[in-house]
């Protein structure tokens, strides 16, 4: 609850001694993953770069409190999926495609639709496999047609061939009430298609504005800087120069150094 809510000295705290006090727990051991990579996170978002090289030390950690969890019970498919992630799209020397293809495998024997997942998920990172990822995706929704995970990845590959209309419609379809995680994201997403495609701009100012109000927390969740910016554009095309111009302000106080804010910035005061 404390890493979900932001704090995250607290969190470790409280997930070391949960390791301490039950060492033979596989859960206790993923939760102390989850926190060491929240706090991993945070700093490569506020430090950049070098923060994330610098946290090379809590990462090892990461995986070695993964690989405990998994040890402990190698039925806990969450560890095991993490553990997919950090050597699928790790930075050298973390990552290791060979390794995550044969975590993938080993997968399979305690969920063959999540190692189905994985070994599409694979191909969203090189953009000249696009279409055969999208295929992948929609032969996974042939059987499981409601999953969320398979139906993010369809509206985030949509949106990279710009059919931002179906892409909207895909993000739309996780956009439930009560609001959780999953659902914001999906909201920003489905914003961000909107306006990247110039339509239903006002539903994208009003799903922007309520995930801007609602400040949700959580891993990898959108910070407020994008949101701003996102924002800006949105109002720039809706000829509200001024709000754009003191949304893509408040952007860059989150977060100074993002170039493409002051191009937009450049672009609405040369009015192009």
């Not at 978002?45 to 990462?59: F, I, Q, W």
């Not at 922007?208 to 800087?225: C, F, H, I």
């Amino acid at each position: 609850c404390n890493r979900l809510k932001g704090d995250l000295d607290r969190a470790f705290e409280l997930a070391e001694a949960g390791v301490e006090l039950l060492p033979g727990n596989s859960q206790a051991h993923f939760i102390l993953a989850e926190t060491i990579m929240a706090r991993v996170v945070r700093e490569a978002e506020t430090g950049g770069l070098s923060a994330m090289v610098s946290a090379l030390d809590d990462v090892k950690r990461y995986q070695s409190e993964l690989a405990a969890a998994v040890a402990l019970d190698p039925a806990n498919v969450d560890a095991r999926v993490r553990q997919i992630i950090v050597y699928a799209f790790g930075p050298w020397p973390i990552g290791n495609k060979k390794k995550a293809r044969g975590l993938i495998e080993e997968l399979g024997e305690f969920d063959p639709f999540r190692r189905d997942f994985w070994e599409v998920q694979l191909l969203v990172g090189d953009d000249k496999r696009i279409d055969e990822a999208l295929a992948g995706f929609r032969a996974l929704q042939v059987d499981q047609p409601d999953d969320p995970d398979v139906i993010y990845n369809v509206g985030e590959l949509l949106a990279k061939r710009d059919e931002y209309k179906a892409a909207a419609a895909e993000f739309d379809r996780l956009v439930e009430q009560p609001r959780n995680q999953r659902s914001f994201q999906a909201m920003y997403q489905a914003a961000k298609a909107r306006s990247n495609g110039g339509f239903e701009l006002e539903r994208a100012l009003a799903d922007l504005s309520e995930y801007e109000a609602a400040r949700p927390l959580g891993d990898l969740m959108p910070n407020l800087a994008r949101v701003a910016y996102h924002r800006g554009n949105v109002l720039a095309k809706l000829g509200r120069v001024e709000e754009a111009r003191a949304a893509y302000g408040r952007s860059l106080e989150l977060d100074p150094d993002r170039e493409r804010v002051n191009q937009a910035l450049e672009a609405l005061e040369s009015g192009e």
